[in-house]
């Protein structure tokens, strides 16, 4: 069965960096499209990033465009998610998740094949 876990995830200042990871276990990542998806307290899952499998393409929402870089290591089995430059609106639990259709992850369907179970990133003084 293939399973997602996300890590890296933690507590940042403003202005500050992380980046998580999205480790696949089971099954290989490298004929799915992945993204990240993060939901803030009391607000609905928006999606924050996406990678094809086939050329790599990558999309950003507006909010990560120039801060985040999302890449993917299909030697390691691992997706990633750079953040920089930090800000408290990006507090959330942050997942990711994978699907054979690039369509359906970077257009933010929520019925995707597969999701990990979260990680909270929180940015704050």
């Known amino acids: 069965q293939l399973q997602l876990v996300e890590s890296g995830g933690g507590l940042v200042q403003p202005g500050g960096s992380l980046r998580l990871s999205c480790a696949a276990s089971g099954f290989t990542l490298d004929v799915y499209a992945i993204g990240w998806f993060r939901q803030a307290p009391g607000k609905e899952r928006e999606g924050v990033s996406c990678?094809?499998?086939?050329?790599?393409?990558?999309y950003y929402a507006d909010s990560a465009k120039g801060r985040f870089t999302i890449s993917r290591d299909n030697a390691k089995n691992t997706a990633y998610l750079q953040m920089n430059s930090l800000k408290p609106e990006d507090t959330a639990v942050y997942y990711c998740?994978?699907?054979?259709?690039?369509?359906?992850?970077?257009?933010?369907?929520?019925?995707?094949?597969?999701w990990g179970q979260g990680t909270l990133v929180t940015v704050s003084s």
């Open positions: 998740a994978a699907d054979h259709s690039t369509d359906y992850v970077c257009l933010g369907y929520k019925n995707l094949e597969v």
């Open positions: 990678i094809s499998s086939s050329d790599g393409s990558t």
